[in-house]
């Protein structure tokens, strides 16, 4: 996964798995958000910033992906395992209209819809079948990734002519297991993925207390999905750790702007 900084001063990441197809991960840089909290880059309304910086951050990092602003959906999260397939009268839902749903995955085949997951130390993972012009956005905290979300998505991208072995996936920064402490409650809704084992670890210091790597649990989801392991790019960066790279709920205590992952055909 490669570090891009636009003309227009917005840094994001991309992944050459997904090529041509447009996407990125934005980062906090490169937006016009002035708060402590949110600055620069913050994608979600509800966060302290009026309504015209918000969007006028979506247009800066649209500009950047060469995407148009108004083809963006993206809904209210719920951390849920719904995935829904998108059509063209959702185009600019969740910022320019409010279809009035809850949504954390997206699925669709239609040229100029842009996909987008909110994130701020979820698992935002982004994939695309290029042969088959099928692509999806997935977004996975720990309960989206005990639900398997990311498999639903495959599963419905299959439905509408995607091959599980031409599925490529990026899945971009988020929170790692070297920040990320979860409690027992969490630990049992995740030891049923699978490699659970590898990736969920007892804490060293704290009783009761477990590290976990959603980005992995998820890879090893898709690869249970029939994705080939060389299909799969994973960030090693953490929100939580890079701060002053992304925006980290964990880190500020859930005062902090969002980022937002993107995928067009």
């Known amino acids: 996964?490669?570090?891009?900084?636009?003309?227009?001063?917005?840094?994001?990441?991309?992944?050459?798995?997904?090529?041509?197809?447009?996407?990125?991960?934005?980062?906090?840089?490169?937006?016009?958000?002035?708060?402590?909290h949110?600055?620069?880059?913050?994608?979600?309304?509800?966060?302290?910033?009026?309504?015209?910086?918000?969007i006028g951050n979506?247009?800066?990092?649209?500009?950047?992906?060469?995407?148009n602003p108004r083809t963006v959906v993206s809904l209210p999260q719920v951390h849920s395992n719904n995935v829904l397939y998108v059509k063209e009268p959702l185009r600019g839902g969740g910022y320019f209209s409010d279809p009035g749903i809850c949504c954390d995955g997206y699925v669709t085949d239609r040229k100029n819809i842009a996909l987008g997951v909110k994130i701020a130390d979820c698992v935002p993972i982004l994939l695309s079948d290029n042969e088959a012009g099928v692509i999806a956005a997935i977004h996975?905290?720990?309960?989206?990734?005990?639900?398997?979300?990311?498999?639903?998505?495959?599963?419905?991208?299959?439905?509408?002519g995607a091959a599980p072995h031409r599925i490529a996936a990026a899945i971009g920064p988020a929170i790692g297991q070297c920040c990320y402490e979860i409690g027992e409650e969490v630990v049992e809704q995740l030891t049923g993925l699978p490699s659970a084992d590898q990736y969920i670890s007892p804490s060293k210091t704290a009783q009761n207390k477990y590290y976990a790597d959603l980005k992995a649990l998820n890879r090893a989801?898709?690869?249970?999905?029939?994705?080939?392991?060389?299909?799969?790019?994973?960030?090693?960066?953490?929100?939580?750790?890079?701060?002053?790279?992304?925006?980290?709920?964990?880190?500020?205590?859930?005062?902090?702007?969002?980022?937002l992952a993107v995928i067009s055909l």
């Open 1 to 36: 996964m490669e570090k891009c900084i636009a003309e227009n001063g917005v840094v994001f990441y991309r992944s050459e798995k997904l090529s041509p197809v447009r996407h990125g991960f934005s980062t906090r840089l490169g937006g016009i958000s002035t708060l402590d």
């Open 38 to 54: 949110t600055a620069a880059m913050n994608l979600a309304f509800g966060r302290g910033d009026d309504g015209r910086t918000v």
């Open 58 to 67: 979506l247009e800066l990092f649209c500009s950047a992906l060469k995407i």
């Open 140 to 160: 996975a905290g720990w309960r989206g990734t005990a639900l398997q979300i990311v498999a639903r998505g495959v599963k419905m991208m299959c439905e509408i």
């Open 221 to 259: 989801i898709l690869m249970r999905m029939g994705v080939p392991s060389d299909n799969i790019d994973i960030s090693p960066l953490c929100t939580a750790c890079l701060s002053d790279l992304f925006h980290s709920h964990r880190k500020t205590g859930g005062v902090r702007g969002t980022m």
